[in-house]
């Protein structure tokens, strides 16, 4: 799971600086986390985004941003409470989410608003 600065975010999700408008510079759908080290619910969302990093490789991206280091990156999303998890699909806006989510919810929104089904588990 990438770690994303201002400058890789801009490159890889979107350049808020050059586009008033929401363009997604990606190239599959993904899921950012907006989180902090001393943030116990970011703690409890870290392990199910690794799992569900491996059960949708290569058909989704998840990208970390730490709040601390990347405030100004977190203040252009209005990030207020953490975690905030931004799912992006392919097509139309991005939908902002709020809390330690349970794996279920991240699997339904992924099919729901990424329109990614997940990996055959052999």
């Known amino acids: 799971m990438e770690h994303l600065t201002q400058a890789t975010f801009k490159e890889k999700v979107f ?57 100004e990156l977190a203040a252009a999303f209005g990030i207020r409470s953490i975690p905030s998890l931004l799912f992006i699909p392919k097509e139309g806006q991005p939908q902002m989410a709020m809390g330690a989510l349970p794996k279920e919810t991240f699997q339904k929104t992924i099919e729901d608003v990424l329109k990614v089904k997940m990996n055959d588990v052999n």
Request: hydrophobic fraction near 35%; charge should be negative.
């Open 15 to 71: 350049n808020y600086e050059e586009n008033k408008d929401w363009k997604f510079e990606g190239d599959k759908p993904a899921i950012i986390d907006f989180y902090a080290d001393w943030c116990a619910p970011c703690k409890m969302v870290a392990p199910i985004l690794e799992e569900l990093s491996s059960e949708y490789k290569g058909k989704l991206d998840i990208f970390k941003v730490n709040t601390e280091e990347q405030q």
